[in-house]
């Protein structure tokens, strides 16, 4: 082992982002012996960071999920050692979910599915009668868009609607994609937006089917949203639903 100055103090320093207030271990050992540390990650997908005195260099060191209920792209952690207070060397990072760890030495663990994320059905902000989807991507978070579908009850006023699906930056439209059929007055339908490779008689079962782009990436507070040529104040869209790949990413 290294000699360190007499009155050295190490530490290991865990930061990790969730979502879901879940409790990882940290367990390892040194030329002292074993130990065990539990550390709890944020529920909002916040950073939480914690440090844990050790009583010398770790030999080896591991991240499990102790709770056994983090799915492949919901827990996110960084271990690093630190020595005097500082970070000295980044020991292993990576995905921690509920057959897979992250250690040091570094061992031969892939994810269950290589290369992806958290695979997420979430729930969009149901608008007000006359006003359209708007939704952002959490701070904190990364969303590929696999899917969107919505539904929209037009008024009893005579109008012909044309729905795109926009997705933006922070300030910026960045792609607009619209259906190639209008609906009228008083009607249900549901729209489904996705990277069709053809769109089918969208006139079936009072679905409208919207071609968007594949690979769409949607950084934190950009968004997903709809303009309606031709709106009207009775008109209501329902809460939307959106299939994404989510990611983490540092906030701010």
């Known amino acids: 082992m290294l000699t360190f100055e007499h009155n050295a103090v190490f530490s290991l320093r ?35 960071t914690e440090d844990f005195r050790i009583p010398d260099v770790p030999i080896m060191v ?33 995905l921690v979910y509920n057959n897979k760890g992250v250690s040091y030495p570094a061992s031969n663990n892939p994810d269950q599915i290589p290369g992806h994320g958290n695979l997420k059905m979430v729930t969009g902000t149901n608008p007000a009668a006359g006003a359209e989807i708007n939704d952002n991507v959490p701070d904190g978070r990364v969303w590929k868009v696999l899917a969107v579908r919505f539904q929209l009850i ?33 009607e249900t339908k549901n729209y489904s937006g996705a990277p069709f490779g053809a769109v ?13 782009p594949g690979g769409i990436w949607l ?5 997903i949203r709809t303009r309606t040529v031709n709106i009207q104040v009775g008109d209501d869209f329902g809460a939307p639903l959106y299939l994404v790949e989510e990611y983490f990413r540092n906030s701010g």
Do not use: W
């Open 219 to 223: 950084d934190q507070s950009f968004g």
């Open 14 to 48: 865990i930061v990790s982002q969730g979502n879901a207030a879940r409790i990882i271990h940290i367990r390892g050992i040194t030329k002292e012996g074993p130990f065990v540390f539990a550390h709890t990650t944020d529920a909002g997908g916040f950073f939480a």
């Open 200 to 212: 089918p008689d969208e006139t079936d079962d009072n679905d409208i089917l919207i071609a968007i």
């Open 62 to 94: 591991s991240v499990v999920d102790q709770s056994t209920a983090f799915k492949q792209g919901e827990c996110y952690v960084t271990l690093s050692l630190m020595v005097n207070g500082n970070v000295l060397y980044d020991l292993c990072s990576g």
């Open 154 to 186: 037009t008024s009893a006023t005579a109008a012909s609607r044309r729905v795109h699906i926009v997705f933006r930056g922070t300030s910026l439209d960045l792609v607009d994609s619209f259906a190639t059929t209008d609906q009228i007055a008083s």
